[in-house]
């Protein structure tokens, strides 16, 4: 940072620190000065509330780290100790079992946002690309999260998900007990998972931290997809946004209180408050909510594909679905590809905004068809959905 | 072509949404007619019931049903003083060991210690109940769907005959609430299987109303914190957000 752009600030002991590593320089030339565009709607803030909840969930996080126990005998009791006998140890529990639902809802608003308006058009697609990387490692954290307390639910889903990479022809099975630490998910599972789940979220970190880096390149995109043309169409970011934003975190945290001291057990399932029992598989094995229209997705390819006119299967329907599931982020990945309209925001695509919408309807079927029994008719809905998901694109 | 397929989407999923009814569908659980005391954002639980409930428990579920996330200390919270708290864990014979000698001994009770199980391990408890496992009772009130009212609607839903088609064989009892519709623990309620300390009359629909509530708050015993401490929070955020919407206004005005 050339010391020409470096602010003059008044406290000494800020300015002596400032000459020597110019951090405060850089939160006011990146949090302060920056110019925003002038008419973000609310659905600008999502990008905020996935942070805040970023580091609510490593804060919840680590306290909860410092009571829980990674071994099969005794993780599921640990956290029930935290719920019983250590203070507050439920409050922290409630608010980190419900973060990552709140963590989810503000990146899929966050993102449905980013395909209306195109703001992974030119010049933003590895901005783009950065935030579906934070999105898979999201997804790879809470599912180690969740095995976590070790219930029938966190033990099923981990032996599903896992057994997946079995369709991986060739070396699938010697992958999978590569992952499990053994023949089953047990102990090695577990601790391995644990070690993960700790570690992930500081790559996150770090990958939001390029994910906003280059956005200070590129400067927001807005409602309108125009780029600003001169000083007048924007605002320093603070004070316009950073009030705005807390206003919007604060009605965002209302509804996290709701859930986690009215609702706490809403979106999770009662079976993981059953200790796992690799002798007793559950009615029905089904993910948290925000993988169910990945779940949908799997399930809903049934058919092997053959060699024509032989028995050999070249693409068993286990891998099919695979294929299909890690397609449709891998779809979301490729998405300023897809899309060569030079036209940015759907504000001004009429018929884009049209299919847009039946691509939401589709992602909440699917989400709806994840949670039921993969039996009819479910089973064929989510091969419609899935169909209208990848006919999107 | 795209609306093509959302219309056969949306047809579809309207004939899918019509439930399907069989035989062998559990019956939904519901709650006591006076309702559940714990019930809505500022339920609390009825302190008598507990009681009564933890005396079911004590009396009647505990030959067979393990309570081991629970400790003795923690019945104070049913409005129990140290001294009955005290009086209720020295009932108890707890194996402990080794001593000096390097032998194991069995002790009286303290608070300190968790609830005592009925068997040493699930082997014994299988062995002792015709190779079926009565489960630990610490979570059941957040382990099945329905909570508590589905462990009141099972406990009263004894002593119905099976619909015709419906065999029960030898050893299971029928019961429409549990899936399936058959379970392999009798009705473990009568009419005045305890005798209740405070007076109320011990129907079988009382006591599984007050076992129901007892197992609810030894699943959750923070909830009425829980729920304290939400109203304040929300109370607080919802002002809090009055005062940053203004702020925001107050900022937003001052654009040229």
């Known amino acids: ?393 | 072509m795209l609306r093509h397929s959302f219309l056969i989407l949306a047809v579809t999923v309207g004939l899918a949404s019509m439930p399907a009814m069989a035989a062998e569908d559990t019956l939904p659980p519901h709650a006591p007619a006076a309702g559940w005391p714990q019930a809505g954002a500022f339920g609390t639980y009825d302190r008598a019931s507990l009681q009564r409930g933890f005396q079911v428990y004590k009396q009647v579920c505990s030959l067979c049903h393990s309570l081991k996330l629970l400790a003795y200390r923690d019945l104070t919270d049913l409005g129990f003083s140290e001294a009955e708290v005290k009086a209720i864990a020295a009932e108890a014979t707890i194996h402990d060991g080794p001593n000096d000698n390097g032998d194991m001994f069995d002790r009286p009770g303290r608070p300190s210690d968790f609830f005592v199980s009925p068997f040493p391990n699930d082997q014994a408890a299988r062995a002792a109940n015709a190779g079926a496992l009565p489960p630990d009772l610490s979570l059941m009130a957040k382990a099945r769907h329905g909570g508590e009212s589905y462990i009141y609607s099972l406990l009263s839903g004894f002593g119905q005959t099976p619909p015709a088609g419906e065999t029960i064989p030898s050893g299971m009892n029928y019961n429409p609430y549990f899936p399936g519709h058959q379970i392999a623990m009798p009705p473990p309620l009568r009419d005045d299987a305890v005798a209740y300390a405070d007076g109320t009359k011990a129907t079988v629909e009382q006591e599984a109303k007050d076992v129901a509530q007892f197992l609810a708050w030894a699943a959750e015993p923070k909830m009425e914190v829980r729920k304290q401490t939400g109203l304040k929070v929300v109370l607080f955020l919802i002002v809090f957000a009055g005062i940053m919407y203004g702020v925001k206004r107050k900022v937003w005005s001052k654009l040229p």
């Open chain 1, 1 to 393: 940072m050339a010391s020409s752009e470096r602010v003059n600030f008044k406290n000494p002991v800020i300015k002596w620190v400032d000459e020597r590593l110019p951090l405060f320089s850089l939160m006011h030339k990146e949090y302060a000065a920056f110019p925003t565009p002038k008419n973000f709607n609310y659905l600008w803030n999502f990008g905020a509330l996935a942070m805040f909840m970023l580091v609510a969930m490593i804060a919840t996080g680590v306290f909860l780290a410092m009571y829980y126990t990674p071994s099969t005998d005794h993780a599921f009791n640990s956290v029930e100790r935290i719920m019983r006998d250590v203070n507050w140890g439920w409050m922290i529990r409630y608010i980190h079992m419900n973060g990552a639902s709140m963590f989810f809802i503000a990146v899929y608003v966050h993102i449905f946002r980013g395909i209306y308006y195109g703001s992974y058009k030119k010049p933003r697609e590895l901005l783009w690309i950065l935030g579906v990387i934070i999105l898979l490692l999201m997804m790879a954290t809470a599912f180690m999260g969740y095995v976590l307390p070790w219930g029938q639910m966190s033990f099923w889903g981990a032996t599903v998900i896992t057994n997946l990479f079995s369709a991986i022809p060739l070396v699938g099975d010697k992958i999978v007990t590569w992952l499990w630490g053994g023949f089953s998910v047990d102990n090695p599972t577990l601790n391995r998972f644990y070690a993960l789940h700790y570690l992930l979220p500081f790559v996150i970190f770090a990958v939001v931290f390029l994910h906003v880096a280059a956005l200070h390149i590129s400067g927001s995109n807005n409602p309108t997809g125009i780029d600003p043309k001169s000083a007048k169409d924007t605002v320093p970011f603070h004070p316009y946004y950073t009030a705005k934003d807390c206003f919007g975190l604060t009605v965002f945290l209302i509804f996290y209180a709701l859930v986690v001291f009215y609702a706490p057990n809403a979106l999770g399932d009662p079976d993981n408050y059953i200790p796992a029992n690799p002798m007793v598989t559950p009615a029905h094995i089904v993910p948290e909510w925000y993988f169910l229209p990945f779940y949908a997705i799997l399930r809903s390819f049934v058919w092997d594909i053959h060699i024509p006119f032989t028995h050999v299967v070249l693409i068993s329907s286990k891998l099919g679905g695979v294929i299909l599931m890690f397609g449709a982020v891998a779809m979301l990945l490729i998405l300023p590809w897809l899309d060569k309209s030079p036209v940015r925001s759907a504000m001004f695509r009429p018929l884009y905004k049209k299919l847009f919408w039946v691509f939401v309807v589709a992602c909440l079927v699917l989400g709806y068809i994840g949670g039921k029994p993969p039996e009819q008719p479910y089973v064929f809905i989510g091969q419609i959905a899935t169909f209208v998901y990848f006919a999107f694109s």
